[in-house]
């Protein structure tokens, strides 16, 4: 027997969970475009995009997307205020300028990064956010959408408002397909010129080909649902970025940023000295030389400027500043240490680019470098936000500056940048780092072509492996593409296979390669 309640007992009623309170989603209107840009998505993924290869597929996939969604949500995002609409067309249109960068550049590390890039930009087209809370809210929102928002498209496509429009959609699709295909195979059989036309153009079918099919339809589909559902029911941001409790008094955060303080100070008078000094001073109170010295504290440096930005966030986030002496220590403070952490920025810089000089660029080196000056840039606006207490525009500000160091490298051609400094490395020392320079991407290889034999054969082995086959169309990419001239005009004799490279150590001994 259940046990006896007191009299007047009433139950604690369940509170209402985090969907409930910040996004309902109730009031998303379906709207016959809806089911429209689900399907441009899958299909525009599904048709263009080349998975296993870099090239102008993604740029073109993303694109048929975007525009299905813009199509569809075009009367929801009008009712939104206008710095806000702009503000979202800024962030897909930096979706696709990251996509475009794989239209042009090869090197990997540099690809997965605006890849990463526009699905960051993607979220927050689609979800919004200005401070670190809905920026990373939207991070998470966005994918999470795209499941949440299945059952809403399914109740469209089953009960649509107009019943004829989807029975009218799935024929069109399919007298489209067979037109193609029926017409396609006698126009092909009828005309040999024709057929290698359409070959080029029409991918290989066969199971990895459906499976990839499958696979990017399901992705672009479910990103089109993301976008049309957060856009018709958005979620509200007010809540996320609601300030928090200024709990912290001078008594508890004052000693140990006073501390932080002292430290970086002294750490910048023996930097100044270590500037100034140059190498013979290195040599005589640190024992390495001015190469090792410049290597040996970077990463310790680049961890010390993220945990400085991370400290001085939470600080000026929860210390209280009521009164004007609260005030005035904490932007004495904060001020100090953001110009202390900016030379520390400018010692790790030339840190690095010492080493480089005297070892080898790459392209990872130069990206840690750009990846520092942003850090760099994220102090100066501490200070600029600290002058009137206004820093809500720094988040939205770094995201953007982010976008920009990475269109920034792809401008650059950061491999194809190294290499060049590795060329010039080995003119004046006759040393060069072979074996890192055959695992460049195509963007390096007409600038490795020029090299004499046989490190130009141990260099292009792996690459001129990579571009054998040919692209299709829509896996058009221009590094390749003067990887593959490049190649061409130095001849089949200079490439060369694992036995040039041993040959070519001898350049760059493994004794005094330096770990990566």
Known sequence: MPPAQHRGYQPRPVPPSFLQTRWAGTGADAGSGRAAAVLAGALGLAFFVPLSRTGIGWFLGWLALTAGVVVAVRRTTAELPRVERLTRAGWAGAALALLA???????????TFCVLGA???AALAIVGGRLVRSILFSIVAAPFAAFRGLPWVRRHVQAPADPGLVRR???SVAATVAVLIVFGALLSSADVAFSVVLGKLVPEVNVST????????????LTAVAAVYTLAAPPDLSTVDKPSMRRLGVVEWAPAIAALTLLFGGFVAVQFTVLFGGQTHVLRTAGLSYAEYARSGFWQLLTVTLLTVAVLGGVTRWARRDRPVERNLLRALLGLISVLSIVIVISALSRMYTYQKVYSFTGERIFVMAFELLLGAVFLMILAAGIRWR?????????GLAVVMLLSLAVLNPEDYAAHRNITRYKQTGKIDAWYLRALSADATPALAGLPDPVRRCTLSWIADDLAEPDPWYAWNLGRVRARKALDRSGQGAVGGPQDCKAADQFDLPKTRQPR
Do not use: D, E, S
């Open 210 to 221: 459906v499976f990839r099919w499958i696979f990017l339809a399901a992705v672009g589909g």
């Open 169 to 171: 959609i799935v024929g």
């Open 119 to 121: 699905l960051g930009c």
């Open 101 to 111: 960068v794989l239209a042009f550049r090869n090197a990997w590390w540099l690809v």
């Open 391 to 399: 820093g809500t525009w720094i988040p939205t500000l770094t995201v």
